[in-house]
């Protein structure tokens, strides 16, 4: 009876759908390799051309005794410098280029990397020496689409990074020191910090969060549009120069500290030329200048506060001056067509000079003022 019920339930279990037990065979790779998931073409030796299309990587240091190291002559080009330093030692700089982009290309990101030449520089900023004239340039037309981020770049006779400024390009989280010429170029920079250049230290249409730092003819920081939250250091130009400069410190020998058509929130200061300098509106500003120089001069100045050590003016509003301070020892403490509610201090010299003003106090210094309402 027990090997009945036995027979009965084998034959049941063995007729119902359970399959074979025989494997079909050796199971098959699931991951993708490198080359599936993104076909990237190693370099490791300069000079070199790329002409097709895709992304490139270093996979080693390359050095070049002479001319360019590589150059991008087709458009949709990745090049990843993977940690890895171009550099030459060539004697001479002249048309040299660490990365060269051709003219008019589209679609070129460079990133992740250094470039260095063997130029040098004085304290007069007087710049020699060989190995690049430019880090990452172009020639011709400037390229359209072009990002460069997280390179690197030293020691250059000319411009560190060139993408241009007419078309969209980027550059994000660089460095430059040493460039007889220009730092950074973009039509937007964010990021970056160019020390030591001969030229504008940073230039392009938009600027955020920048150093730069010029020790020859050109500004530190120099945006056409707007620059925010920017440090510009120069010699014989301007700090920080921009059609709108924002949380900008702005520092000069020869030229104004910041220079601007609207300030907002900007320490400006200069030797000689004036601390801030807006052509139309300075709101909550501080400049201090020597020389001939003013604190603050604008057509229209909001909650300012100026100094001028030299023989300028402390605050210098060409039409409206409001909720101003100014105070220094000689020259004029605040001047301007219509003052309200500001304050003058002058040791020696005019205290406020306006034609009108309402609610003004001089705290030290006498006043020139036409019309005055609210005030002794």
């Not at 090997?3 to 359970?18: E, Y």
């Not at 304290?123 to 359209?144: D, R």
């Not at 052509?279 to 100026?306: E, H, I, L, R």
């Amino acid at each position: 009876m027990l090997a009945a019920v036995l027979l009965i339930r084998v034959s049941a279990w063995s007729h119902s759908g359970q399959g074979s037990l025989t494997p079909p065979g050796p199971p098959e790779p699931t991951m993708k390799t490198l080359a599936q998931v993104e076909s990237r073409t190693p370099i490791s030796g300069a000079p070199i051309t790329i002409t097709t299309s895709g992304s490139y990587y270093l996979t080693t240091n390359l050095s070049v005794v002479a001319g360019t190291a590589i150059t991008i002559a087709t458009n949709g080009v990745t090049l990843d410098l993977n940690g890895f330093t171009i550099s030459s030692t060539a004697p001479g700089a002249l048309g040299a280029y660490g990365i060269l982009i051709n003219s008019g290309l589209r679609d070129i990101t460079i990133h992740n990397g250094h470039i260095q030449g063997t130029a040098t520089n004085d304290a007069q900023g007087n710049f020699g020496g060989g190995g690049f004239a430019y880090g990452i340039s172009y020639v011709g037309q400037a390229p359209t689409n072009a990002l460069v981020w997280r390179v690197s770049v030293s020691r250059c006779l000319g411009d560190g990074i060139n993408l241009g400024t007419l078309s969209p390009t980027r550059a994000e989280d660089c460095v430059v020191h040493v460039a007889g010429a220009s730092g950074i170029v973009a039509n937007a920079v964010k990021g970056y910090v160019a020390m030591s250049c001969g030229y504008p230290g940073i230039w392009g249409n938009v600027v955020s969060d920048c150093r730069g730092q010029s020790i020859g003819n050109g500004s530190g920081v120099c945006a056409v549009n707007s620059a925010n939250n920017c440090y510009g250091s120069a010699i014989n130009a301007v700090g920080v120069q921009a059609g709108v400069a924002q949380n900008c410190w702005g520092i000069s020998s020869a030229g104004d500290g910041v220079e601007a058509i609207v300030a907002m929130n900007c320490h400006g200061t200069s030797s000689s030329g004036n601390g801030i300098t807006a052509g139309a509106t300075a709101q909550n500003c501080y400049g201090s200048a020597g020389g001939a120089g003013s604190g603050v001069y604008a057509v229209n100045a909001f909650n300012c506060y100026g100094i001028a050590s030299g023989t300028g003016v402390d605050v210098y509003a060409l039409r409206t001056a409001s909720g101003c301070y100014g105070s220094s020892t000689s020259g004029t403490g605040l001047s301007a067509q219509n003052a309200a509610f500001c304050v003058g201090n002058r040791s020696g010299g005019m205290a406020i000079e306006a034609a009108i003003a309402n609610g003004c106090y001089a705290s030290a210094g006498p006043n020139l003022i036409t019309h005055k309402y609210n005030m002794p």
